[in-house]
């Protein structure tokens, strides 16, 4: 009879909200890390960039935006103020340092 039981599929957990708009809704209330919300939505951080590209997308016909406070290196200072991309840069183009600050993100709209 164990064994029957091992052979039905996993029963999938219920969400009251889809991981876009619970993503959504941490954005809307402060500012956040990608490793922030991975940890707090429980998902791997690089799905979580693929999410955040896509609300940026879709909040920007909204006229609404995603706000993008700039990675900064902890070595020497560099704000990294005209990178577009979401992901946390290797390496300091000004001292070369690696301990780089990640990027936060909230949101910024006209309701």
């Not at 941490?26 to 490793?35: E, G, M, P």
């Not at 920007?60 to 840069?89: T, V, Y």
């Not at 001292?95 to 909230?106: D, H, L, N, T, Y």
Request: a positive charge; proline letters at 7%; glycine letters at 6%.
């Amino acid at each position: 009879m164990a064994d029957k039981q091992a052979l039905r599929p996993p029963v999938p957990v219920e969400r009251a909200a889809t991981l876009r708009q619970q993503i959504v809704a941490v954005l809307q209330q402060r500012s956040v890390s990608a490793k922030d919300l991975s940890m707090e939505i429980g998902m791997p951080e690089k799905q979580v960039y693929d999410h955040l590209e896509h609300i940026r997308r879709s909040f920007k016909k909204q006229g609404k935006s995603l706000r993008i406070e700039p990675a900064r290196c902890k070595k020497c200072g560099f704000i990294f103020e005209k990178r577009q991309r979401f992901h946390k840069p290797g390496k300091c183009p000004a001292c070369r340092g690696q301990a780089i600050e990640e990027p936060r993100f909230s949101l910024l709209g006209s309701d």
